[in-house]
């Protein structure tokens, strides 16, 4: 049965560049209509394979299908140290799927009082390692995974009192996060954007968000996270609001990344400060 597409996002179409609803790939339905009636006239399906073929892209791809084709008739065999290797692999995903259940927020807590706090803090370590040396592995997250693994973030580099909005109508609010000063706590509100690297956040994106910041929740700012960039318009206008709204794209967030572990809370209060 073929999957309902749901056209819960709004922001530029991947192909007809025009901002309307679209759905978790980026299409807006008529365009969505349109490649799959395209798509299933056998005659189109041919030509595109033969203008693939042709490709250097299209090359590589065929060589690549070819040579695990053959790989896959014989069988394989491994030493025991591959073996070995593989299953520790195993074992460490697995590992870590299991964690990655855990609520953000429950895992927060958990780390303080739970006897086995230093190996879920070892676990959450391993992740922010992996993403350090293969940024990729942030496309391959869905986009409840980008959101728990942004709260732990913010979490690791200071803010305190972090909490997951529920998925369904959270108006765009998608993390609480709190960050203590001398005078109190500012209320940050976070939106996250699980995009692909090529598919920018454009400007009404911005625009509704900061709606959200001064209207709604009345915070005192608001951040927009996304793993690929903004277009021109969104951080011109962002900038008009500098003090009140923040954008954080993938290169900021790498730079988050790399700070983990570089942060203390000082003794005696929620204050964090970077470490010497």
């Not at 909490?163 to 996060?177: E, N, V, Y």
């Amino acid at each position: 049965m073929k999957e309902k597409q749901e056209f819960n996002d709004f922001g530029e179409c991947e192909k007809c560049k025009v901002e309307r609803r679209i759905n978790k790939q980026g299409i807006c339905e008529a365009c969505l209509e349109w490649l799959m009636k395209v798509r299933s006239d056998p005659n189109w399906r041919k030509e595109r394979l033969g203008q693939l073929a042709k490709s250097e892209n299209g090359i590589i791809q065929f060589t690549w299908r070819i040579m695990n084709a053959k790989l896959s008739q014989g069988r394989h065999f491994a030493s025991s140290f591959e073996r070995k290797s593989q299953h520790e692999i195993r074992q460490e995903y697995a590992r870590y799927g299991r964690i990655s259940e855990i609520d953000a927020s429950a895992l927060t807590k958990a780390r303080a009082a739970a006897p086995y706090a230093k190996e879920l803090y070892q676990v959450s370590d391993e992740l922010f390692r992996k993403i350090k040396e293969r940024p990729d592995d942030l496309d391959k997250m869905p986009s409840y995974k980008f959101e728990e693994f942004m709260a732990d973030l913010l979490n690791r580099i200071g803010f305190h009192d972090v909490q997951l909005t529920p998925r369904t109508r959270d108006k765009g609010r998608d993390i609480l996060a709190k960050w203590k000063i001398a005078t109190g706590n500012l209320l940050t509100i976070v939106e996250c954007k699980k995009y692909a690297l090529a598919r920018k956040v454009g400007v009404g994106i911005v625009e509704r968000f900061l709606f959200t910041i001064r209207e709604n929740d009345r915070a005192s700012c608001g951040l927009i996270a996304t793993t690929s960039f903004f277009s021109a318009d969104a951080m011109a206008r962002a900038d008009q609001f500098h003090y009140q709204l923040h954008l954080a794209d993938r290169r900021q967030i790498m730079n988050w990344v790399g700070q983990v572990g570089t942060w203390q809370k000082r003794k005696g209060s929620q204050l964090w400060i970077p470490s010497p």
